[in-house]
């Protein structure tokens, strides 16, 4: 079966660096989303992409936070500087126009 | 957007059928009932969607009523693997792309 990858899997790091998490879509699907998880508010959309381009990032913290879509093939997530509060598991998802959303497994951040 | 309201949480028994509901009262006529669940350290994967007919595929059944105020969301033999967070979406429509709003979610238990 197709499937969302997503890296690193788990990030440790020091409050103040940067993080890049990176998805690779599954081939053929045109739209990316960004979702944030963490025990308090459960999952989140951040931002997503079509075509590339990006449709609404409303749900992203904007002074910290940058998704980009450099190619079809990869989706990045950039937070600098990293905070503690950023910590959560972040889930990349991708689905073929108004079809069903694919989730990759995650990478589980972790800012000290 | 229209909001959804599940149990907190279910059990059933191995082998059993679990029917696990969810309340849409605000939905509008062309929002569609997603379910989607979340296994542990998993994201989440897609099950089944409807827009006002009963739905079935290989994993479950969608049951949704005649007024589209509620649904249900069938696992006809739940089996352990099928121990996770079922989470009912109603699907926000925008710009020809849709955006998943997660609630909090029924999580399922099922019992050996």
């Known amino acids: 079966d197709a499937r969302v990858t997503q890296t690193p899997r788990h990030k440790v790091t020091e409050m103040g660096q940067e993080v890049t998490m990176r998805c690779q879509p599954i081939?053929?699907?045109?739209?990316v989303f960004w979702y944030r998880q963490t025990m308090m508010q459960g999952l989140e959309l951040l931002a997503y992409?079509?075509?590339?381009?990006?449709?609404?990032d409303s749900g992203m913290p904007k002074d910290r936070f940058s998704a980009e879509m450099p190619d079809a093939t990869l989706a990045t997530l950039k937070i600098q500087p990293s905070e503690p509060r950023d910590s959560a598991v972040y889930f990349c998802?991708?689905?073929?126009?108004?079809?069903?959303?694919?989730f990759g497994d995650g990478t589980r951040l972790s800012i000290l | 957007d229209a909001k959804t309201t599940q149990p907190p949480s279910m059990d059933c028994a191995e082998g059993r059928a679990a029917n696990l509901p969810c309340n849409h009262s605000?939905?509008?006529?062309?929002?569609?009932v997603y379910w989607y669940r979340q296994i542990h350290s998993q994201g989440p994967q897609y099950i089944i969607h409807?827009?006002?007919n009963n739905e079935t595929n290989e994993m479950a059944s969608l049951i949704i009523t005649e007024d589209r105020k509620s649904s249900t969301l069938i696992l006809p033999h739940a089996t352990l693997r099928d121990t996770a967070v079922y989470y009912c979406?109603?699907?926000?429509?925008?710009?020809?792309?849709?955006?998943?709003?997660f609630g909090s979610g029924t999580r399922l238990l099922v019992r050996p």
């Open positions: 998802a991708s689905a073929q126009g108004g079809r069903p959303q694919h």
């Open positions: 081939l053929g699907h045109n739209t």
């Open positions: 992409f079509r075509n590339r381009a990006p449709l609404d």
């Open positions: 605000t939905i509008s006529g062309n929002e569609y």
């Open positions: 409807g827009l006002k």
């Open positions: 979406i109603v699907r926000v429509w925008g710009d020809s792309s849709y955006k998943l709003i």
